[in-house]
Structures are given as C-alpha cells and as structure tokens.
C-alpha cells in the first residue's frame, strides 16, 4: 500500500464551499484483493432484501449485509438491518481504511453486485443516525464499475470507475450537496464487492 498514491478530486458543494473525494485507485495490492474477493463472496451470509414500493415487493438489485454492533440495527428504504458483528478479517481492513482515512469507522454495508445487471440507484448516504455531513469511505474489489455522482442542484456530474482494490473517501458535505449511483451495465458479466465503512453514533 502506497500511503501518498493518491488523487484529490475537487467536489463543489455550493457557491464558496468545496469538499473532496479522495481517491487512491491501487490501494490494495491484487493478491490482498483477491483473498478479500473470494473471501466476500464465499464467507459472508448475504441477505437477498426487497423494497415495498406501492405494495409491491420489489427485490433490490444486489446482495447486501450490514457489520456492526450487533446490538443495534440501520434502516433504510423501509429495510431493516440487524447488524453483524465484524469477522476478524473485515475488522483489520476496517482499521486499514481509518487509518488511510484519518476517519473512525464502526459499521460497514457491504454490497455483492453479482454481474452488470446488479446496481444501486440514486442516494446519498444521508441517514440521520451518521450523523452531521458524514464521510464515507468505499473499497472496491472484483469487476470496475463505474461510481457516478450528480449535484441536487447544478445537476453536475462526476464519474469515477472504480478498480479492484480502490479506496475513495467522500468528503464532508457531499451527502448533503450529492447523490451518488452504480448504474446497470451490459458489459460486466464480472461479480463485484464493495464495502462502504461509516460511522454511527450508537
Ligand atoms: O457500490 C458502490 O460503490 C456504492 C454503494 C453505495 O453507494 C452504498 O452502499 O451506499
Ligand atoms: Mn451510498
């Protein structure tokens, strides 16, 4: 791991305020990435969760599992999720990560995008249980997708594709300003994980 091998990409939240996204593309050498690849997707119990969406239930478009204090829960979209506490493995990249970051990091939604077709759609990660403008870190493994990010206002755009093994932290702010997606692709057949760490009060 390369501490300084990374990009700052300027993120403007509004007239005179800016953030950032911090991005180091080769953060984890490939045989790292590999293990923690197979790892995800052999060795954790992925849970297949659907939306209601005016009565109809709609499964979302990926695998996902929550980590965290196992006791306590995070709900989003009306889907709640009972945390899971940290294997060993995920614990030790959740402290590589805040120490790169120079963020606490206590909990992690891991998503499992089985090919191209598995996607998740416009949000930000704006929950108030993480708090005030929350920083977000994401690390991707398997098939490069690509992370778009659109302004709520400006409706500016911003595309980054995000290699195996990657680290991108967004800024304080950007959840706030931003909505962020991985849209569907007809050329990926490649599964990808992607762990996004964050923090939570409680
Ligand atoms: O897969 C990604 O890179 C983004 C996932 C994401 O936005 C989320 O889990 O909130
Ligand atoms: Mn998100």
């Known amino acids: 791991m390369d501490l300084f091998d990374h990009q700052l990409i300027p993120v403007t939240l509004s007239e005179g305020r800016q953030s950032s996204i911090a991005f180091w593309p080769n953060w984890l050498d490939k045989e790292r990435a590999d293990v923690l690849l197979s790892k995800a997707i052999n060795t954790i119990d992925w849970r297949r969760d659907s939306i209601k969406i005016v009565g109809k239930t709609i499964p979302i478009p990926r695998l996902q599992q929550w980590f965290g204090d196992p006791s306590t829960s995070y709900t989003y979209s009306n889907i709640r999720l009972q945390a899971v506490s940290f294997p060993d493995w995920i614990e030790q990249l959740r402290e590589q990560v805040e120490t790169q970051a120079d963020q606490r990091f206590n909990r992690a ?26 920083v977000i870190a994401s690390c991707s493994l398997g098939a490069e997708r690509v992370f778009q990010l659109r302004h709520n206002v400006t409706k500016e755009r911003l595309a980054i594709s995000l290699p195996h093994g990657s680290l991108l932290v967004m800024g304080p702010g950007i959840q706030r300003y931003w909505q962020h997606r991985v849209a569907k692709t007809k050329t990926i057949d490649q599964p990808r994980v992607n762990f996004t760490f964050r923090y939570m009060g409680r």
């Open 109 to 134: 939604l891991v998503n499992y995008y089985r090919d191209g077709s598995d996607s998740v759609d416009w949000h930000a990660d704006d929950e108030p249980e993480l708090g005030f403008e929350p």
